[in-house]
Structure formats: C-alpha cells, structure tokens
C-alpha cells in the first residue's frame, strides 16, 4: 500500500532559473525502504527534501503534489510543523545539538508540549529504537558531541524518532560513517522499517541493493524508472540506469 505519492512533482529553485524535479510520478509504500540513486545533481535529495517541504526553506518553488496518506501537503491549509513531526529527517553529517544526550532526545517532544513527566520513558524508547541505549544509558547527561561519528548519527535517528513520526527520510546517513558503523546503520534500517516508512538517498550502489526493498533511479532532474531493487539492479529498463549502476559513469 503507497504511503506517499508523488503527482507532476516540480521543484524550481533561482527564481525559476533551475528546473530541480520534472513531473516526477513515483508511490512509496509502507514499511519499506526506498533507495534514491543517481549521478550528483541528479534531483535525488530535492526529491527527499520535497517530502517534507524543506525545499522552501531554500526558497524553491513546488508544483503538483505530494500526497501522504491521501492527502497533499502542499495545499496551503497544511500545518507544516505538524507534518515534519510527521515526517522525520537525517541529514549527512551527524548533527547533535551541542548538548546532553538526554536533552538532544528531549527537545522534540518538549517542543511539541509533551510533559517532562513522561520524557525518561520517551528518551529511554527512542534510544532503544536505534540501537543506542545499551552504550549511553549511564551516560545521559555528557555532551553528544563528545560521541563517536556512528553513535552520533544513531542519536540523530533517534531524536527522529523521539517525536513519533510515520516517515524517515535519510539523506546519505552513512557517508560520513566507517564501514562499522554503516553496517550498524543499515541493520537500525531493517528493524526500523518494521515500524515506519523510509527513504534514504544515497551514492553507494552496495548499500541501496542490501538496504533496500525498492530503488528509484533520477538523471537530470527526472525519475527514470523504480522498482523493486533486485530488478533495477538485475534487469533495469533503461540503459542509463544500467550504466550508472555498473560505474560507467556517475
């Protein structure tokens, strides 16, 4: 069942000097992975960046729609705060808040009016779902920058998922990251998707075809195809896709 889906989809940034997405039609299902792949430039974290509106913080300009649940966020009655609750992010580079570890967790919920009542249950919880209680949990109240890249990045997930959403989008979560810590990344994934919808851009071929359960394709702007991941990978329709994925260009 599709989660979100995306209908002429068109992000213009510069004034509407660079045409960022071209009519992209693409549905996303539920509790899978989606992988986003192609060349730099290709559109691929505009696209991710379009899920949740933050293109306009770059000033874009978004036609067409983005339908989560049936409904599009981009009519001008959505409350664009609720929907990033509703759709979390993680970026690149790990990026604690220059705080305690609890605090980081914390400041989601605090900002949407939860109690503090509740908020060891919350961080406890939320650290368990990304793997990170059983190394921090003496530790709640050091500096989150004092952590290592991996376990920086597992927070960074983990304060996503402090404020309940349906929806993660990842934006080269690994990049940053040594193998090690990668593999802890992409088993987090699998047991995440049980749970919630995922999206995660990123540039290592490996990496989308372990990860993920469908794989969309973006050259110059435009979604080339999508499918399932062992077909794209496997038997892709178009030859540009093939030649990205086997490193003749990209």
């Known amino acids: 069942m599709s989660k979100i889906e995306t209908v002429d989809l068109n992000v213009y940034y510069r004034n509407g000097s660079v045409h960022g997405l071209k009519n992209v039609h693409m549905k996303i299902d539920a509790n899978k992975i989606t992988a986003l792949i192609g060349p730099s430039g290709c559109g691929k974290t505009t696209f991710l960046r379009a899920l949740n509106r933050m293109n306009e913080l770059k000033g874009a ?31 690149q580079q790990p990026n604690p808040f220059p705080m305690s570890i609890y605090d980081n ?27 990170l209680w059983d190394e921090v949990a003496d530790r709640l109240d050091e ?40 593999a802890r990344i992409e088993e987090l994934l699998q047991e995440l998707k049980r749970e919630y919808t ?3 851009v990123t540039h290592n071929m490996q990496q989308a075809a ?8 973006f050259y110059m702007g435009e979604l080339l195809e999508c499918g399932k991941t062992s077909r794209i990978f496997e038997r892709p329709d178009d030859k540009r896709t093939e030649d990205y994925i086997t490193g003749r260009y990209g």
């Not at 967790?105 to 793997?131: C, F, T």
């Not at 290592?148 to 304060?159: E, F, N, V, Y």
Request: net charge positive.
């Open 61 to 91: 300009r978004t036609t067409g729609k983005v339908l989560i649940d049936g409904r599009n966020i981009y009519d001008p009655k959505e409350d664009v705060i609720q929907l990033r609750k509703k759709v979390g992010m993680v970026f």
């Open 105 to 131: 967790i914390a400041y989601g919920p605090r900002i949407h009016g939860q109690k503090n009542r509740h908020m060891d249950s919350v961080v406890e919880e939320s650290l368990k779902k990304a793997a």
């Open 143 to 182: 500096n989150a920058l004092g952590f290592s890249g991996g376990q920086q990045q597992r927070l960074c997930i983990a304060r996503a998922l402090a404020v309940n959403p349906e929806i993660i989008l990842l934006d080269e979560p690994c990049s940053a990251l040594d193998p090690i810590s990668t």
């Open 198 to 200: 995922i999206v995660i």
């Open 210 to 217: 372990r990860v993920s359960d469908y794989t969309a394709f």
